[in-house]
């Protein structure tokens, strides 16, 4: 039976390796949600993660199966509202609504803390995770924001990139 809670200091080395297999490299190229061809390098490291984890207005929820962890995402209070970031489900398990599972999950962590609304950050060039949020309720604020071209924490671009801002009200 599926689980969804939150991440602890010991999940590191495994969130780190689900992350990364998700959007970078031979292996995110499974799924649907690769990044590999618009970033060379990682998409996160231990030291990043555990930064995270020990903020006190953060939280990793992890999605997990039969003590097999499948799929994580990033959640931070920003003022009024959720910020979600690293919605990560496993290449080889991706379109089988686990990401789906995380969302709503994401989303009613949200409504328990009285947030405003759940935004995000996304990269103009991935239409299909756009069309993907749009689906369920998310929409463009019009809002745009600086891509960490110089930053190897983030990747390392292969082309002039930017954010913009997705948002769902609660």
């Known amino acids: ?35 590999a061809d618009l970033l060379d390098g990682i998409r996160t490291d231990e030291d990043s993660l555990r930064t995270m984890l020990a903020r006190a207005d953060a939280t990793i929820l992890k999605y997990e199966e039969d003590g097999q962890l499948l799929g994580c995402v990033y959640l931070e209070r920003k003022g009024t509202d959720l910020y979600l970031g690293m919605l990560t489900v496993s290449p080889d398990l991706q379109a089988k609504g686990i990401g789906r599972q995380l969302l709503a999950a994401a989303e009613a962590f949200a409504r328990d803390r009285q947030c405003r609304a759940v935004t995000m950050t996304v990269i103009p060039l991935r239409h299909e995770l756009i069309a993907w949020y749009e689906r369920r309720g998310y929409r463009a604020t019009g809002e745009t924001r600086p891509f960490p071209m110089d930053d190897p924490r983030f990747g390392l671009p292969r082309q002039p990139l930017s954010f913009i801002v997705l948002e769902k009200s609660l």
Do not use: F, K, V
């Not at 689980?3 to 689900?18: H, K, M, R, T, V």
């Open 1 to 35: 039976m599926p689980q969804i809670y939150p991440a602890a200091e010991g999940d590191i080395s495994l969130l780190n390796q689900l992350i990364n297999s998700a959007y970078r490299g031979d292996s995110s190229r499974r799924g649907w949600t690769t990044e």
